[in-house]
């Protein structure tokens, strides 16, 4: 047996062999950050992967050396399932598509791989694969594409039999020469649980399978993203800081337009440029351009050592200024400008050049769309209130602060049509007391007649403001078939003039068919009233001005429905404890309505809402009454009973005539 001695010179050069190991070891774990959404051209360069689905490409020279989890490589495979992998040995050989719980890391996922957006997508019959190499020595990006690719199993793949989302992935990867940064940009990666419980990974893992860093929640699990960015570096060490020029930008004619680059660069302006421009400091990556007097497109250039990006300047007319809170564009501000609101809510468009809710006229860039249902149809740049190019929640603070208190009220219920579903208010109570509170709760359609396809509803309800306390009038959507936590509300409560003017929208671009509660008002009565003449006073409520729509925008019609309520009033403010409960069969009432009442029926009166008497009939002795209404005109009545015991009761009865 021979034994082998070492000095202790050997060992120590063996210890520090051990550590420096270790050391490299420690040093290959990884960081993700989110980062700006800034990707590079989803198209152009090498287009690879043309109609095939689920296969590795051949390999492709990286350009440069690019070091990953401790190994240098200058070759590259490109999946068409959405990642990259440094095993060149899988060259045209096939791309793994299943993704079964296995979260990273895991030795049964493809190793040695980075994945921008892994799924099963199918590229068999539209969508592009492409490569490009940007940049110079020592500063080159390698950026691998995937544009326009749907899911496997929707209707644009090869058996669209599985999937429901029917939209397309487009995403991208960038790595970087010299700090080893990978950088990942999602335009849009579709979950759809229909087809391989729609996972996806977005993650990198190393070549035994063992070590892995991911983002959050994205690990081959459910998830769908949109305009998003990450990027991968090594631990302890910064990512390449990455020069841009920005978004590209559209703008008003004559508006300057201030460049957002990063980095230490010269900007400059194209010579083709539809009018000569004026860069206020050429050298400073934040500079105003001006003079954008021409309309068209202007192409900006930021020139770094690292890199040269480019952004236009699209330059509109635009025309038609934007008054924020006004969305549909009729000039006044009021409860009916939320509807435009819910029916663009999250699209996306030019921002306004100069944004906030300050009332003037704002130069607004014409969107894509239009409300087609409004006439003449209204752009979405109205609904954009504040001007920030997203229609969202935002928006509801420029009709809050531009609120207009001018309203052409009319004088009462408009006439009942047949056949058509109705908006009407239900009091909690009829009779109330001077200090009582009461709920009225605003009741769209019934079982006979329901909504159809409603999206958003806009509408006032009246009310006496001499009989209302105003510091206690409040509006809620809480309870409301119109949905929950998917929609939004607005209400301006104008106490002078007796209005509460509210509306409600859905925000999902769903509509919403059926009947009942949509909302309900709280009201307190004055406390303190009281008359010399008059043993009750009116508050006739009342709805008017409805406006509502589908989601395609198109108008719908209501009948508007009436409710009062007396208020029993009394010198000594007393309350009557003798009552009696009398009920009115049917009620809204159109040919006749049948008086109950729990004791014998001894006096009948009916008065209109002006308090003149129509009707009045004596010793009834039972307990029913039939009055004959079919000579009453439209609107509310009250019908007071007394009975045979000495109680008197009040009941409203709404009269309607069809047209």
């Not at 038609?320 to 564009?329: E, H, Q, R, T, Y």
């Not at 009779?431 to 605003?442: A, K």
Request: hydrophobic fraction near 35%.
């Amino acid at each position: 047996m021979k034994t082998f001695r070492l000095s202790a010179a050997a060992i120590m050069a063996m210890l520090m062999l051990c550590l420096i190991s270790v050391q490299h070891l420690a040093a290959q774990t990884y960081t993700v950050d989110t980062i700006p959404y800034r990707p590079y051209a989803y198209t152009g360069g090498h287009t690879i992967l043309v109609r095939q689905d689920d296969i590795f490409s051949q390999s492709i020279p990286l350009g440069f050396n690019f070091t990953f989890y401790g190994n240098s490589y200058t070759q590259i495979l490109i999946g068409a399932n959405g990642h990259l992998s440094f095993t060149v040995s899988n060259a045209g050989t096939y791309d793994q598509w299943m993704l079964d719980g296995s979260a990273l890391p895991s030795t049964t996922l493809p190793t040695n791989s980075i994945f921008p957006a892994y799924r099963d997508i199918d590229n068999t019959n539209i969508g592009t694969v492409s490569y490009q190499l940007q940049g110079t020595a020592p500063n080159r990006i390698f950026v691998a594409s995937w544009d326009s690719i749907p899911l496997y199993g929707s209707i644009h793949s090869v058996n669209s039999v599985a999937c429901r989302d029917s939209s397309l992935s487009t995403f991208q990867v960038a790595l970087y020469e010299g700090c080893n940064t990978i950088e990942v940009y999602i335009h849009h990666s579709p979950s759809d649980t229909g087809w391989n419980a729609g996972r996806g990974i977005i993650g990198i893992v190393d070549a035994a399978g063992t070590n892995a860093v991911t983002v959050p929640g994205h690990n081959d699990v459910a998830w769908t993203e949109n305009d998003k960015a990450w990027s991968f570096h090594l631990s302890g060490t910064s990512p390449c800081i990455r020069s841009s020029a920005g978004q590209d930008q559209t703008i008003c004619v004559n508006y300057p337009a201030t460049m957002q680059a990063t980095g230490t660069g010269t900007w400059s302006a194209s010579p083709s440029n539809p009018a000569p421009v004026t860069i206020v400091d050429p050298s400073d990556p934040h500079t105003v351009v001006s003079g954008l007097t021409a309309i068209g497109g202007y192409l900006m250039t930021w020139a770094t050592p690292v890199d040269t990006s480019h952004v236009f300047l699209y330059v509109a007319a635009c025309s038609d200024s934007v008054w924020p809170g006004d969305a549909d564009f009729n000039g006044l501000v009021n409860n009916d400008d939320l509807l435009p609101i819910g029916l663009g809510y999250d699209s996306t468009g030019p921002a306004r050049p100069v944004q906030g809710i300050v009332w003037s006229a704002a130069a607004g860039i014409p969107w894509a769309q239009d409300f087609a249902g409004y006439t003449p149809p209204v752009n979405y740049r109205y609904a954009d209130c504040n001007g920030d190019g997203t229609i969202d929640g935002g928006d509801m603070s420029a009709i809050y602060a531009n609120y207009s208190l001018l309203h052409f009220k009319t004088n009462g219920p408009a006439p009942h049509r047949n056949n058509i579903p109705t908006l009407y208010a239900q009091a909690s109570v009829d009779s109330l007391h001077p200090g009582d509170s009461l709920i009225v709760h605003f009741m769209l359609a019934d079982a006979t007649i329901p909504a159809t396809d409603i999206y958003g509803i806009s509408f006032t309800y009246n009310f006496d403001p001499a009989l209302v306390d105003s510091t206690a009038t409040s509006m809620s959507y809480a309870s409301s078939w119109l949905g929950g936590s998917d929609k939004i509300s607005l209400t301006k409560i104008l106490h002078s003039s007796g209005e509460i003017q509210t509306a409600v929208t859905r925000i999902t671009h769903t509509g919403l068919s059926g009947y009942g509660v949509i909302g309900s008002a709280s009201f307190r009565v004055r406390p303190g009233l009281s008359s010399q003449t008059l043993s009750t006073l009116v508050n006739s409520g009342y709805i008017s001005d409805i406006h509502a729509v589908t989601p395609a925008s198109t108008p719908l019609t209501f009948n508007t429905g009436a409710d009062t309520t007396y208020i029993a009033v009394s010198p000594l403010g007393m309350r009557d404890i003798s009552a009696a409960t009398v009920s009115l069969r049917p009620n809204p009432a159109h040919d006749r309505v049948t008086i109950s009442a729990d004791a014998a029926i001894s006096e009948v009166s009916v008065s209109d809402a002006m308090g003149q008497k129509v009707m009045e009939s004596t010793a009834v002795n039972d307990h029913t009454f039939t009055i004959n209404t079919a000579a009453y005109s439209s609107g509310i009545y009250f019908v007071q009973v007394k009975t045979s015991n000495g109680s008197t009761g009040v009941s409203k009865l709404v009269v309607e005539r069809g047209e």
